[in-house]
């Protein structure tokens, strides 16, 4: 139980396009889920908490511009990175609270971005 | 001071090895402590979840954590090839829902 589906997986995008990430809690409601980014070798930088219904919060230094979120029901957010650039390119995973006993947070697998 | 420290390694032990993996942090506000593995390339998944000083064992597996010290430690018993990945630790406080806050991640590679 508690599985994040996370999808795409990889994606190859060029300068200027925009790309959307999507996270589904399968069997389980998540009000909050979590979107990180992480470089290679580094460990998991929050971006933005995303709440089902409301606004995300956004961490500091995140553009909120470039990066949408939009939790529209208890099983699905979803990232969208706006005008993505080489700088952009990362691996992008998402979390949610697992609601029931003490499995503590389940990841999605992540996404994989390359800006070209 | 960043608040959660964890030694990036690289760590490369032998087959069979015990394997010590080590977080400290400084936010004595933090109540639970979680240990994930990340392959390369892939989500982390949770391997071990306490929120009180002591040790908790699940199989290979033994989560330990000192309060009073801000120190909390994995250990891998009979360290297997399939263990290689990276290691982090992550925790968080009861008082705030909004996230947990991770280690840098050690990276581990065991050989045949």
């Known amino acids: 139980g508690a599985v994040v589906s996370q999808h795409p997986s990889w994606v190859i995008c060029k300068s200027g396009t925009s790309v959307k990430i999507e996270c589904r809690s399968l069997?389980?409601?998540?009000?909050?889920m979590f979107w990180y980014r992480q470089f290679p070798k580094q460990s998991l930088m929050l971006m933005a908490t995303s709440n089902e219904g409301s606004k995300a919060t956004y961490e500091q230094g995140v553009e909120k511009d470039k990066f949408l979120i939009n939790h529209a029901s208890l099983t699905l957010s979803t990232l969208t990175v706006t005008s993505a650039h080489p700088e952009d390119s990362s691996f992008y995973i998402c979390?949610?609270?697992?609601?029931?006993?003490?499995?503590?947070?389940?990841f999605g697998s992540g996404t994989r971005l390359t800006v070209v | 001071q960043k608040e959660v420290e964890q030694d990036p390694g690289p760590l490369s032990v032998p087959e069979g090895a015990i394997v010590s993996l080590n977080c400290t942090y400084s936010n004595s506000a933090f109540q639970y402590f979680m240990w994930y593995r990340q392959y390369s390339r892939k989500g982390p998944e949770l391997l071990m979840y306490t929120y009180s000083s002591g040790n908790k064992e699940d199989g290979r597996f033994t989560a330990q954590v000192d309060k009073s010290s801000k120190y909390i430690s994995l250990f891998i018993r009979d360290s297997q090839p399939s263990d290689s990945a990276t290691y982090l630790c992550a925790m968080g406080s009861s008082g705030s829902a909004r996230q947990l806050t991770f280690g840098s991640g050690t990276q581990l590679t065991v050989l045949p």
């Open positions: 979390s949610a609270r697992v609601p029931f006993g003490s499995l503590g947070y389940t």
């Open positions: 069997d389980f409601q998540a009000t909050t």
